[in-house]
């Protein structure tokens, strides 16, 4: 692996080779306003301080962040409908971003090009060494629970690494057994994605414990932070979790 790619790649990640990255990237496409993103930048600095590795934002909330990120490393989500593709990496390179995330939805008829597009930003990305994070979503957001078995996460997430994807973002599976054949399948650094509010916190910790000890690479936490009463504490105890390991 290329020296800048290493050490960017370092930046995102704890020494352990974990992470805790905090997703703040919904209100770059979300319909609705988000309780909790409001202050990007307040709260941002908190969970900063209180041990998060990595940020997940668009440019908006990046450029917001530049001063209160601390060491924390910065995944530019961005959109590869071209003609946005042909400026992707130089516009994260400008901004001092450690790498980029995109989303790529495998089986999917209404994004027939979605895997297309990633292996084009892969490309550009590996000609810069700057790492490529790839949210697997199979069959896209509104899928069936046919869509959500390790079977097809597996699958979406190998083809995912195969377009040239350094990390992959997606689903837990539900239970350690299933989701140790997806990391076995996909022999990167695999991160599961937090999902919709949970009311029980012991529910969140319980997956989060579960799926990094069937070799899950970290954890990308949104909304169960930012929209948490405490949201600082809240990443303080999932940082010391997912370093625990």
Same mark, same amino acid.
């Given at each position: ?5 290493? !050490? ?24 609705k ?29 990046? %450029? ?6 601390? %060491? ?32 790529v ?25 700057? @790492?490529?994070?790839a ?22 997430? %190998? ?49 989060? !414990? ?12 949104? %909304?169960?932070?930012?929209?948490? @009463? ?8 999932l940082?010391?979790?997912v370093h625990?390991?």
């Amino acid at each position: 692996m290329h020296t800048h790619k290493t !050490r960017r790649l370092a930046r995102l990640f704890g020494e352990d080779d974990k992470c805790l990255i905090v997703a703040m990237d919904h209100a770059g496409f979300m319909d609705k306003m988000l309780p909790g993103l409001a202050q990007p930048q307040e709260t941002i600095r908190a969970v900063a301080r209180a041990g998060a590795d990595a940020f997940l934002l668009t440019l908006g909330s990046a %450029r917001l962040a530049a001063s209160v990120l601390g %060491r924390a490393g910065v995944w530019l989500s961005v959109d590869t409908q071209p003609p946005l593709l042909d400026h992707i990496v130089e516009t994260a390179l400008r901004l001092g971003a450690d790498g980029i995330k995109c989303m790529v939805y495998p089986n999917w008829d209404a994004q027939p090009h979605s895997v297309t597009h990633l292996a084009t930003l892969a490309a550009e990305c590996a000609r810069w060494d700057i @790492p490529l994070m790839a949210e697997v979503i199979p069959g896209g957001f509104g899928a069936g629970p046919e869509m959500r078995t390790p079977e097809k996460i597996a699958a979406g997430a %190998r083809i995912a690494m195969e377009a040239g994807a350094d990390v992959i973002k997606t689903f837990y599976t539900g239970d350690p057994a299933s989701f140790r054949e997806v990391v076995e399948y996909c022999p990167i650094p695999i991160v599961v994605l937090g999902g919709e509010r949970v009311k029980d916190d012991a529910e969140l910790f319980a997956n989060v !414990r579960d799926a990094l000890r069937a070799g899950a690479a970290g954890v990308a936490i949104g %909304r169960n932070i930012w929209q948490h @009463p405490a949201p600082a504490e809240m990443t303080a105890r999932l940082a010391a979790l997912v370093h625990a390991h």
